[in-house]
């Protein structure tokens, strides 16, 4: 039973040690998605328009400057007419087009996946027409800020401010049911991990779940907030930190109630053994679950 346990725990450290390949600059960064409703003419060219002149590798140039090597890269198929619109479109709160667009079709959504402005304008240019269509100022509002633009409002002749109406898509469904996941799967794995450490009475299997219950709870509901606000990185780095206050945490509980369900089970090791063993193995085994 003894070569089981250290087994196991050997187990999660060696997935936790496991090498994750990290370039200088190839980790999360916040992103900003928008999907289209409602298009009047078919396929147009999206935008945002950012309240400062710059943002990452992206920015704004000079009016009645055409810069060929920005056109070429992240000009997606409009044409230079097209291009030179937006460089020269005047926004009345002066937010800037960083020559950055997207081809939108039914379906389709803008994806900045790289330094996105945190304050912008969604921007809609029709190549057809040469009509302009902006939203109210927007925030970023999350690690992954999603929205929904819904042009309705717009009766095919117009052009200008206001005519996008802006929804934030919290999306709140879908990784609600992500963040039960993680604490069905916590609780599930300690509870057998439980067994193997030899809790298998009935009172010790109702303390193992009721702790674990609320720890996770706390756990993940933290790390849910954590995630949504801040990114995988501040997922990872205070979910090390929040787990090592959870094992001690447990380990204390286990060691005073525990230890009165099977007082023929000597000194209080095995208690902070099976705290660390059991939450090292579920923390490993959520790193594989999307958030």
């Known amino acids: 039973m003894k070569k089981q346990r250290w087994l196991l725990l050997l187990t999660a450290v060696l997935i936790l040690l496991r090498p994750w390949s990290v370039l200088a600059d190839s980790g999360p960064k916040p992103k900003v998605q928008v999907a289209f409703t409602y298009l009047k003419e078919g396929s147009c060219y999206a935008t945002l328009l950012s309240e400062t002149p710059s943002t990452g590798p992206a920015w704004a140039a000079e009016q009645g400057k055409f810069d060929e090597e920005r056109y070429g890269i992240y000009g997606n198929g409009i044409d230079k007419e097209g291009w030179m619109t937006l460089v020269n479109y005047q926004d009345s709160n002066g937010y800037y087009f960083l020559q950055e667009v997207w081809k939108i079709d039914t379906g389709m959504e803008l994806n900045w996946n790289y330094y996105p402005p945190q304050n912008f304008k969604i921007c809609v240019y029709y190549p057809e027409t040469g009509r302009i269509l902006t939203s109210e100022p927007q925030t970023r509002y999350a690690f992954i800020s999603r929205f929904s633009a819904d042009l309705s409002a717009d009766d095919g002749t117009r052009t200008g401010e206001g005519l996008i109406t802006v929804k934030k898509d919290l999306a709140i469904v879908r990784e609600s049911g992500y963040l039960l996941v993680r604490i069905v799967m916590t609780i599930v794995v300690e509870l057998l991990i439980g067994l193997a450490f030899g809790f298998r009475k009935k009172p010790q299997i109702r303390i193992i779940a009721l702790v674990n219950i609320i720890t996770q709870i706390l756990l993940n509901t933290a790390l849910f907030l954590v995630y949504f606000r801040s990114g995988p990185g501040a997922y990872i780095g205070y979910g090390v930190l929040l ?39 579920s923390f490993a085994a959520g790193l594989f679950i999307p958030m």
């Open 243 to 281: 787990e090592i206050l959870i094992i001690a945490a447990e380990a204390l509980i286990y060691s005073k109630w525990l230890s009165k369900t099977e007082p023929e089970r000597s000194g209080k090791g095995i208690y902070w053994l099976y705290a660390l063993t059991a939450n090292m193995l």
